[in-house]
C-alpha cells in the first residue's frame, strides 16, 4: 500500500486537478526528434528483456519505442540490432549504453497504426535517419524515359567597372 500524500503530508487536491486531455496521434511523416529517455523492461516471458526509448519529438509530444535485444527468437533480435544500428548511424556514433543515444537529435519516419482491440490508433516509428540527410525512400528518381531538358549557357559578359571612389556618402552622389 502507499499514502496518496504530498511532499508536505497533506492530501492531493484532486479536485481543482485539470481533467486529463484524451490522447491523440500524431500525424504520419518525418519529424526531428531525439531519445530523452531509456528503460530496460521485462519482456512477457522471463528471461526476455527489452529497451523501451521514449522519444520527443519536436513540437508534437512523445512516441515510445522498444529494441527487443534480449529475446530467444534470433531473427526478431537480429531485425531489432538493425533498427539500433539505424539509431547509430542517425546519431553519428556507436552506443556502448543507452544512454549514449540519449539527446541526441534524429530524423524520425512515423505512421500511424489503425485500432487493435481495446486500444486505439497508435503511432510507430519506422525509419531513424540524420537530421542532416534525406531518408533514401525520398529521393526522388528521374525515369530513364523522361526528356532531360538542356539549356545553352548565358554569353559570358564584360564586367563593369566600378565608379572611382568619392568622399560623399552613396546617398549625396549624383
Request: charged share 20%; proline share 11%; aromatic share 8%.
Amino acid at each position: 500500500m502507499v499514502a496518496l500524500i504530498d511532499n508536505h503530508g497533506q492530501a492531493f487536491d484532486t479536485a481543482s486537478a485539470p481533467e486529463v486531455s484524451e490522447f491523440s496521434v500524431i500525424p504520419a511523416g518525418e519529424y526531428r526528434a531525439e531519445i530523452v529517455a531509456t528503460q530496460e523492461r521485462d519482456g512477457k516471458q522471463p528471461p526476455e528483456k527489452y529497451l523501451e526509448l521514449q522519444v520527443k519529438v519536436e513540437g508534437q509530444g512523445i512516441i515510445f519505442d522498444r529494441l527487443f535485444l534480449w529475446y530467444q527468437d534470433a531473427e526478431f533480435v537480429s531485425k531489432n540490432v538493425a533498427k539500433l544500428g539505424e539509431i547509430e548511424r542517425a546519431i553519428g556514433m556507436r552506443c556502448g549504453d543507452s544512454d549514449d543515444m540519449l539527446l541526441k537529435p534524429v530524423m524520425i519516419k512515423v505512421v500511424v497504426e489503425p485500432p487493435k482491440g481495446t486500444y486505439g490508433e497508435s503511432n510507430r516509428i519506422t525509419k531513424y535517419f540524420p537530421v542532416s540527410s534525406t531518408p533514401p525512400m525520398q529521393q526522388v528518381q528521374v525515369p530513364p524515359s523522361a526528356p532531360i531538358a538542356t539549356t545553352a549557357a548565358p554569353a559570358p559578359t564584360t564586367p563593369t567597372p566600378m565608379a572611382a571612389p568619392t568622399s560623399q556618402p552613396v546617398w549625396r552622389q549624383g
